[in-house]
């Protein structure tokens, strides 16, 4: 088995599912249909389904993903992360500690943080986290209680942690580009791609727009827009 590299991990597009905002699609097609619109990451978060039920949906998602070369993380669940094998969990600040997590799926694995706060960031990363997702950065529907995140604060960490920045909460189109500091890594998008009648073409738009802003950012070096 090949060895993920976390190192080179693309963050630019970070979909993370949610079923109840869907309308007509099946969740295998959404994410299919967004994979072919170029998103690089793919968080599967399940809050309503059983341990059964979100096991079976995992292992459809991660072979899935697995055929096109997407990482897959699972959303709080580190027992359904190991039995489906997927490439990493993402943790919030009341789920299992990171180092007990750590310690379940190995150093190899990939773990995701949610951070709302300086302390929080500069903890994450003294534990071993992978990567930060900062938000919720705009009041958002898919999480009504979520923290909202103001840019003094982001800027804090985005100058005092070295780890890969995921921006989330209210990311749209017009959000996007008012994120410009170059310490950011990357965009995740729930409603936005879930709500879609054409999932692959809204997919391709935010595509479009991150690699144009990373590359107005970092120049023609920037990692990744050669791909």
Excluded: W
Aim: proline share 3%; net charge negative.
């Amino acid at each position: 088995m090949v060895k993920l590299n976390k190192q080179c991990l693309d963050y630019r597009l970070y979909l993370v599912t949610d079923r109840t905002l869907m309308s007509q699609s099946s969740l295998i097609d959404t994410i299919s249909q967004a994979i072919d619109g170029g998103i690089t990451m793919l968080q599967l978060r399940e809050k309503k389904l059983s341990s059964q039920a979100f096991l079976e949906e995992a292992l459809a998602v991660k072979t899935l993903a697995k055929d096109r070369h997407i990482p897959l993380i699972i959303n709080d669940r580190v027992d359904i992360a190991l039995a489906c094998q997927a490439d990493g969990v993402h943790i919030g600040q009341n789920d299992l500690p990171l180092p007990v997590v750590r310690s379940l799926i190995g150093a190899d694995k990939i773990i995701g943080v949610s951070v709302q706060t300086l302390d929080q960031a500069i903890i994450a990363e003294k534990q071993g986290a992978d990567y930060l997702g900062v938000g919720a950065m705009f009041p958002t529907k898919t999480k009504e209680e979520a923290i909202i995140v103001d840019h003094e604060t982001l800027a804090k960490i985005c100058q005092n942690v070295s780890l890969p920045i995921i921006l989330i909460g209210g990311m749209t189109q017009q959000t996007i580009p008012l994120f410009q500091h170059e310490r950011i890594n990357g965009f995740a998008i729930v409603s936005e791609i879930m709500t879609a009648t054409e999932t692959c073409h809204v997919t391709q738009k935010y595509r479009q727009l991150i690699d144009q802003q990373l590359l107005n950012k970092r120049g023609a070096t920037c990692p990744f827009l050669d791909h």
